[in-house]
């Protein structure tokens, strides 16, 4: 479906409120309360297209899911291996998170399924999952590497000891979900942090799993128990509004009941060290997972040499994060990040292409990007027309990057942002974008 935004240039940001359920946290509540015995109870589910198409799979599959109603969900657990063959394909839609765990469930099946995606998922890399799983004795085909992917059943999978070359949390989540199969202990060690929601959601359904350095590991044959899980607030979803506060002087935004994992708050930390003001208020631990309300004003940022250590730690940020620094005053350089050119697109190039589009050129560089921001100028975008390439978070960026550009700024190709990002529109006119929905 033909979607685009035109959104008015210049406002400012004010309000209070909540984004949308997080979405990895969301997806792993339905996996691991249809793994569970007994009924899962989940609040605050974000019902956006891609975590109701993992509930749709695990339908196919025999679990009786009830809702979503008012972010409300009822998951009855058939156990660990209570799954039952599918009548047809398990179509994951625009979701890699969904296909890429769901490998290292369904490698550990009696029985063989198919996945499919959407034209943009169909595109992405899935070797990164299939061939470590291949080492635990897992059967999956694939299309040159992408998707549709074939799982075959076998006799049973053996647990390994892998080193992940890349940082990936989905890799991570893959192997640990398999190894709940395996016979012995699986052993998961990562090259840098990445978001740990599968240790510690598998830990609240009563899962021993281990944490040794960079190592996370867990024995087969564990029982998984239902659980009630509370779902925060995205901080992905909340990094539009943070960096449209944050790049506008004057804003005052509290956005409520935040996750505040360790593992997925690089975008505070790029933030703050640009000298955004942004103040945590009411901490508190809800179901495993830290949350707390952040309370951002708007001011003047300057730009920085992003640390390494933060990249995989804000990965899905960086579009919001680039506007920011061309926002800033001085230079801002990401180095380390090549996985954003394998995401729902190359989002390096995407962006760049995006930024010259508004009269906002940049340096591309293979790893990541060399923004000389125009900190000093009220409005250092012109406005224009932006290709988003179905892309949810290069719709969304842009959209934010209007209060900052002369002109209006149109954005294409948004239908997506509604898959991860439901009430989108909504909420960035009640804090003071001026978006018209066109098509």
């Known amino acids: ?15 209070d409120i909540r984004v949308p359920g997080d979405k990895s946290i969301s997806h792993r509540a339905i996996m691991f309360g249809a793994l569970a015995e007994g009924d899962t109870v989940v609040n605050g589910f974000l019902e956006g297209a891609d975590a109701l198409a993992t509930a749709q799979i695990f339908r196919a599959m025999g679990v009786q899911i009830d809702g979503p109603v008012d972010g ?61 799983l291949a080492t635990m ?35 991570k989540s893959a192997l640990l979900l398999a190894g709940l199969y395996a016979d012995g202990e699986t052993r998961v060690t990562e090259p840098a942090p990445t978001r740990d929601h599968t240790e510690r959601m598998l830990t609240a359904f009563g899962v021993q799993v281990g944490r040794d350095g960079a190592t996370a590991s867990v024995k087969g044959g564990q029982a998984l128990r239902a659980t009630q899980v509370d779902v925060p607030a995205d901080i992905s979803s909340a990094a539009f509004f943070l960096v449209a506060a944050a790049i506008c002087p004057g804003s005052d935004l509290i956005l409520r ?3 505040m994992n360790p593992t997925r708050i690089g975008v505070l930390h790029v933030l703050r060290a640009m000298g955004a003001d942004i103040t ?33 730690l804000a990965i899905d940020e960086f579009p919001a ?29 995407v962006m760049a292409d995006g930024l010259a589009a508004i009269g906002f050129p940049v340096t591309v560089l293979p790893d990541g990007m060399r923004i000389e921001g125009r900190g000093g100028e009220a409005t250092p975008f012109a406005g224009g027309t932006i290709q988003s390439h179905g892309d949810h978070r290069i719709a969304m960026s842009f959209t934010v990057a209007a209060l900052r550009s002369r002109g209006a700024i149109r954005v294409e190709d948004t239908a997506n942002v509604g898959t991860s990002f439901p009430g989108f529109v909504d909420l960035a006119r009640q804090v003071g974008l001026g978006v018209q929905v066109l098509g």
């Open 280 to 312: 945590e208020l009411n901490p508190r631990t809800v179901g495993g997972e830290p949350v707390a309300d952040l309370h951002v004003r708007g001011g003047h940022l300057r730009g920085i040499a992003i640390d390494p250590a933060w990249v995989p």
């Open 257 to 259: 009941h935040v996750g």
């Open 1 to 15: 479906m033909f979607q685009a935004y035109e959104v008015a240039p210049g406002g400012q940001v004010s309000g």
């Open 137 to 171: 004795g897992a059967r999956i085909d694939s299309h040159e590497g992408k998707p549709p992917l074939q799982v075959h059943p076998v006799a049973g999978l053996k647990a390994v000891d892998f080193t992940m070359p890349v940082a990936s949390a989905q890799v």
């Open 321 to 349: 994060l680039f506007i920011a620094a061309a926002c800033a005053e001085g230079t801002t350089e990401l180095r380390g990040a090549e996985e954003l050119r394998v995401k729902e697109s190359d989002r390096i190039q």
């Open 72 to 132: 409300r969900v009822v998951v009855h657990g058939v156990g660990l291996h209570g799954l039952k063959a599918p009548a047809g394909d398990l179509d994951c839609g625009n979701s890699g998170t969904s296909m890429r765990l769901l490998c290292g469930i369904l490698a550990g099946q009696r029985f063989g399924s198919r996945m499919v995606g959407d034209a943009s998922l169909s595109r992405r890399p899935m070797r990164r999952v299939i061939d470590p």
